[in-house]
C-alpha cells in the first residue's frame, strides 16, 4: 500500500517535521513492514517555462513541428534571455506556460535530457507532456498549466517538481493478510496515530464520518439472490446503489484525485473510474461504477449458471463457474433476459464499462463474502484491487457513506445531479456487530510475559477502537467492524503487546528442562552436516517443487521409480508441480543459477526430504474437529500419507581446489573437479557418522556409466549413488562439464548409527608393516580385493590402504595390478617378521580364493 504523505495527513496530525522515513518507521514499530519510501522518477532541472514564440515548420515527411524560443527563467536563460527548443505538439500557443525539462535531467524510464540537433535546430531541452512526467497517459499534448493549474501563480524558472506534486514523499508498506483495514489511508492513518503514541480520538480524523441523507424513496432496483452460499456464508450481504446523472462527460478527473491515484501506483482513466480508485484507496471499500444506460433492468445478485460466460474488463472472455457470485440485470419480469454483467468483487465486464460518452452513472457500494471472492479470484487468477481488499475483510459498517462519498465526488467535479432516492438492500441479520471476546484481565500478562495493569489492557483495546465493558476479573470486549481478524482473545492480547511496544517486551531464555536435548539422529545429523562444510561444503535450501520435465532432462528411465512424483493439487507454480523425488533434483536448479552469475567453482549440499508416493494409496480421510481422532483414524491418516526419507545430497563443479601457491612456495595449478571427490564426500558423510560403507562401481542416471559408484552398507543395504554426471544431463542442466554429485538416503544410513563406539586401548608396541601386488581381471572390484584382505588376516590387521593400480603389457591384457599397504599390530607384543609374513600370507590367499588374484613377482 503507497501512501502519499499529503494525503496522509488530512486524516492524521503528522508529527512536526515528520518525513517520508519518520511515518514508515512509526508504521513498524506498530507491526507493519516498511517497503519503501518513494518520490517522483523525475530528476534534475524541471521549471516552468513561458513560450515567447513559435515557428511551426513543416518538413519533408510531412511532419510540422514548433520552432519555439521559451523564457526558463534568467537562471537558465541564454545569453538572448531564452532557449530554443523543437516541440511537435500543436496544443499550446505563445504566452502559455509549459513544463521545461532542461538539459541534466532524467525522466522517467531513464530517458535523460540533453542539447541535441533536429529538425535544422539545437533544441536546448524539451517541453513535456503528462506522460513523459508519469502523470498520466495522455500524449496528446504537452502540458498547459494555466490549464492544468488552474489559478496558480506561474513564474519563468519556478519549480516544476513542487509545483507539480513531483517530489512528495510516498511511503509504501507491506501489509499482511490479517491487517486489510490497512489496504487504504483510513487504516494508516489509524496505525501511525498508535505508532507515534497519540489517541486516535485526539489527531485522527475518519474520512467515512459523513451525514448519509435519508433516501426520498427506493433507488435502482437489486435483489440478492444467493441461493448457493459457500460454507454457509451468503455472498452478498448488503447492497447500497447510488445513481448520479447529467454528468460532463468530458470534465477531467481533479488534479488531487489523479495525482493521488497515481502516487498510489494506479493509471488516472475518467473522472468516474477514478473516483471509484481513489476512495477504494481512501477507505479500503471497493466500489464499481455502470454505464446506467447500459443496464435493462432490475440489478441480482446470484451464482452463475452452467454455461455462462463474461468478457471482463481486460478483454477476456471467462467460462463462469457455479461457485462464481455474479452482478446480473434482467427486463422486469423477464427472467430468461438475465445477463452477467461483473464478477462480484472481483472485475466488472465490458458491457456496462463507463465510456467517454457516460452521462448518467450507477455506482455500487456492496459488502461481499471474502470466502466467496477469494475463490472467485483465485479460479480466475484475477488478483485486482479490489478482490485483495474483499478477501481481506472489508468494514460492513461505511458501505452507505463511501456511496455518499462517490456521489459528492461526481457532482461536484462531474456537474451531475444525484438522485433523491438510493438503494440499500441489506440480508436479514447481516452484517450484524461483531461478537463480544471474554478475556480475563491478567490474561495478557499469561500470554507475554510482562505485566500490565487493567487500566494498561483496556486502554489499549479501546484505543484500537474496541468496545470494553469491565465483568469482574474478565473483560468483555466487542472488536470494532474494520477489524475481522480479531476473532479470539489471544488476538486481542496480541494488540495489547502491538500498542506496548515489542521493542519494549524483553527476550527471556526459557530455561532447558533437564535430561533433554537432542536425540541421536539429529546430532548425527548435524554431525554430517559440520562435517561437509569442514570439507569445503556450502549448505543451501531448495523448495521442494519441481517441473514434470526434471525426470526427462536427467535422462531417467521410463521405469524408473523416481518418476512417481507426487501432483500438488494447488502448487505455488504451475511450471513446478510435482512435488521431488530426490533432493537432485531441486538442487542442479541452486547450481545452474549460481553458473549462471558467473560462479563456476561451487561445492553445494543440501539436507531434505523427498517423497515418495505408493501406487494405489487412496485419499486421506478427514477426521472431526469435535475430539481427538481414534486409533484407526490416526493410522488411516498415517497409511495415507506418502513416505518422506531424510536425503543429503551434493553438486561439485569446476574446480575442487583453485590454482595458487603450494605449501612450498611453488605455484600449482587448479585441481578440476574428479568423481572420486565426489565419493570421498560420501566416506566423509559416513565417517561423521561412524558407519562402514562399501562402494562399488555401478550404472545409474543420472550418472556416468563409467563413472558411478554405488554406496551400499555393510550389510548390503543400497545408501546412494556418487560420481561424475552423465554428460547429456549436464548439457540439459547448463551445468559445467565433469560436474560431479553424490545423492544418499540418510534414513538409511542413521538407522546404522548404534552407541557412541568405545575407544579400545591404544597398543604401545610398534607395527609391522607389508606391501603386496595382486593381479586381477580388470573387471574385479578393488572393495571386493580390500574386503578379502581384511577376512583373511585376522584380528592382527589394523588397517589396509590400496595406494597404486597399475595396467599395462607387464600384467597382461585385461589385468590389473592393485597394490596394497597391510599394516599389523599386537596389543600385547611386538610382532616378530615370521608372523607379520604368515598374516599376510593368509590374507593373500583368501583374496585368491575369492577374487582369482595372483601375488605380482
Not at 536546448?124 to 490549464?147: F, P, Q, T
Not at 517538481?161 to 499482511?176: F, H, I, K, Q, R
Not at 480479531?486 to 500498542?499: G, Y
Not at 605455484?667 to 574428479?674: H, K, Q, T
Request: proline share 7%; net charge negative.
Amino acid at each position: 500500500m503507497r501512501v502519499p504523505l499529503s494525503w496522509l495527513a488530512e486524516h492524521v496530525d503528522l508529527e512536526p517535521g515528520a518525513r517520508g522515513a519518520d511515518v514508515a518507521a512509526a508504521l513498524v514499530r506498530v507491526g507493519l513492514e516498511e517497503e519503501g519510501v518513494h518520490t517522483s522518477d523525475v530528476t534534475g532541472p524541471l521549471v516552468v517555462g513561458r513560450v515567447l514564440d513559435l515557428v511551426p515548420e513543416p518538413q519533408k515527411n510531412g511532419k510540422t513541428v514548433n520552432w519555439c524560443h521559451v523564457d526558463v527563467g534568467p537562471e537558465h536563460n541564454g545569453p538572448d534571455g531564452h532557449r530554443g527548443i523543437v516541440c511537435g505538439a500543436h496544443n499550446f500557443t505563445a504566452g502559455d506556460a509549459v513544463v521545461v525539462a532542461l538539459p541534466g535531467a532524467v525522466l522517467p524510464g531513464g530517458f535523460a535530457i540533453a542539447a541535441r540537433k533536429t529538425y535544422g535546430h539545437v533544441s536546448d531541452g524539451m517541453i513535456c507532456s503528462a506522460r513523459e512526467l508519469g502523470l498520466g497517459a495522455d500524449h496528446s499534448g504537452i502540458i498547459v498549466l494555466e490549464r492544468h493549474l488552474p489559478g496558480a501563480e506561474l513564474t519563468p524558472g519556478q519549480d516544476a517538481l513542487a509545483l507539480l506534486g513531483l517530489d512528495e514523499e510516498v511511503v509504501e508498506v507491506n501489509v499482511t493478510p490479517d491487517r486489510g483495514y490497512c489496504f487504504s489511508v483510513r487504516g494508516i492513518a489509524r496505525e501511525y496515530a498508535h505508532g507515534t503514541r497519540r489517541p486516535v480520538a485526539q489527531v485522527f480524523r475518519d474520512p467515512v464520518a459523513v451525514d448519509v441523507p435519508t433516501p426520498s424513496g427506493p433507488g435502482h432496483p437489486v435483489r440478492l439472490a444467493d441461493d448457493a452460499p459457500v460454507r454457509g456464508v451468503v455472498g452478498c450481504d448488503r447492497f447500497v446503489a447510488r445513481v448520479v446523472r447529467g454528468i460532463d462527460p468530458s470534465a477531467p478527473t481533479p488534479r488531487f484525485v489523479a495525482d493521488r491515484v497515481r502516487q498510489a501506483g494506479m493509471r488516472s482513466i475518467s473522472l468516474a473510474v477514478d473516483v471509484t480508485n481513489y476512495l477504494m484507496l481512501e477507505t479500503g471499500q471497493p466500489l464499481h461504477a455502470y454505464d446506467l444506460a447500459e443496464l435493462q433492468g432490475e440489478l441480482v445478485v446470484r451464482r452463475a449458471r452452467a454455461g455462462e460466460r463474461l468478457t471482463t474488463l481486460d478483454d477476456v472472455e471467462r467460462v463462469l463457474d457455479p461457485e462464481d457470485l455474479l452482478i446480473t440485470d434482467e427486463a422486469p419480469g423477464d427472467p430468461s433476459t438475465s445477463r452477467v454483467l461483473s464478477l462480484a468483487g472481483v472485475m466488472g465486464g465490458a458491457s456496462t464499462e463507463v465510456s467517454a460518452a457516460t452521462t448518467d452513472v450507477l455506482v455500487e457500494a456492496a459488502h461481499f463474502s471474502p470466502v466467496s471472492v477469494a475463490r472467485t479470484a483465485r479460479r480466475h487468477k484475477l488478483h485486482t484491487e479490489g478482490a485483495k481488499r474483499w478477501e481481506r475483510g472489508v468494514d460492513p459498517a461505511m458501505t452507505a457513506q463511501v456511496a455518499e462519498l462517490a456521489v459528492r465526488l461526481l457532482v461536484e467535479h462531474g456537474g451531475g445531479t444525484a438522485d433523491p432516492t438510493a438503494t440499500d438492500v441489506v440480508v436479514p441479520g447481516a452484517p450484524g456487530a461483531p461478537a463480544a471476546l471474554t478475556v480475563p484481565v491478567s490474561f495478557a500478562e499469561r500470554v507475554v510475559g510482562t505485566p500490565f495493569t487493567e487500566r494498561e489492557v483496556v486502554g489499549a483495546l479501546e484505543e484500537i477502537g474496541c468496545t470494553v465493558t469491565a465483568d469482574g476479573a474478565d473483560l468483555a470486549v466487542v472488536p470494532p467492524s474494520w477489524r475481522p481478524d480479531l476473532a479470539q482473545p489471544v488476538d486481542l492480547v496480541e494488540e495489547v503487546a502491538r500498542l506496548r511496544g515489542y521493542d519494549t517486551i524483553p527476550s527471556v531464555l526459557p530455561a532447558a528442562p533437564a535430561g533433554r536435548g537432542l536425540t541421536a539422529g539429529q546430532r548425527a545429523r548435524r554431525s554430517a552436516a559440520r562435517a561437509l562444510a569442514d570439507d569445503g561444503f556450502v549448505e543451501v535450501l531448495s523448495y521442494p517443487f519441481v517441473a514434470a520435465s526434471v525426470h526427462d532432462t536427467q535422462g531417467l528411465p521410463a521405469d524408473d521409480p523416481r518418476r512417481s512424483a507426487l501432483r500438488l493439487a494447488n502448487p505455488l507454480s504451475e511450471q513446478q508441480p510435482l512435488m521431488r523425488t530426490s533432493v537432485l533434483d531441486s538442487l542442479v536448479e541452486v547450481v545452474r543459477r549460481n553458473v549462471s552469475r558467473g560462479l563456476r567453482d561451487l561445492a553445494l549440499v543440501e539436507f531434505g526430504s523427498v517423497t515418495h508416493p505408493v501406487a494405489g494409496t487412496g485419499p486421506a480421510p478427514l477426521p472431526g474437529v469435535d475430539g481427538r481422532p481414534g486409533e484407526e483414524e490416526l493410522a488411516a491418516l498415517l497409511a495415507a500419507v506418502p513416505a518422506q526419507p531424510l536425503h543429503v545430497a551434493g553438486v561439485l563443479t569446476g574446480a575442487r581446489r583453485p590454482p595458487g601457491a603450494a605449501a612450498d612456495g611453488f605455484a600449482r595449478g587448479g585441481e578440476p573437479v574428479l568423481w572420486a571427490d565426489a565419493v570421498d564426500a560420501v566416506r566423509t558423510v559416513a565417517a561423521a557418522l561412524g558407519v562402514e560403507v562399501v562402494v562399488e562401481a555401478a550404472e545409474h542416471a543420472p550418472w556416468h556409466p563409467g563413472r558411478c559408484a554405488r554406496v551400499s552398507t555393510a550389510a548390503g543395504h543400497l545408501v546412494g549413488h556418487a560420481g561424475e554426471l552423465h554428460p547429456a544431463a549436464l548439457a540439459a542442466l547448463e551445468l559445467p562439464a565433469r560436474s560431479a554429485a553424490f545423492e544418499l538416503d540418510l534414513d538409511v544410513l542413521l538407522a546404522q548409527v548404534g552407541a557412541p563406539p568405545q575407544v579400545a586401548q591404544l597398543s604401545g608396541y610398534p607395527a609391522a608393516t607389508q606391501d603386496v601386488a595382486l593381479v586381477v581381471a580388470e573387471g574385479v572390484a578393488a572393495a571386493a580385493v580390500e574386503a578379502a584382505l581384511r577376512e583373511g588376516a585376522g584380528e592382527l590387521l589394523e588397517d589396509v590402504r590400496l595406494f597404486d593400480v597399475y595396467t599395462g603389457a607387464q600384467v597382461g591384457e585385461g589385468r590389473k595390478s592393485l597394490a596394497y599397504a597391510l599394516r599389523f599390530r599386537a596389543p600385547d607384543r611386538t610382532l616378530t617378521a615370521e608372523e607379520a609374513s604368515a598374516a599376510r600370507e593368509a590374507a593373500v590367499a583368501e583374496a585368491s580364493r575369492r577374487t582369482g588374484a595372483v601375488q605380482r613377482a
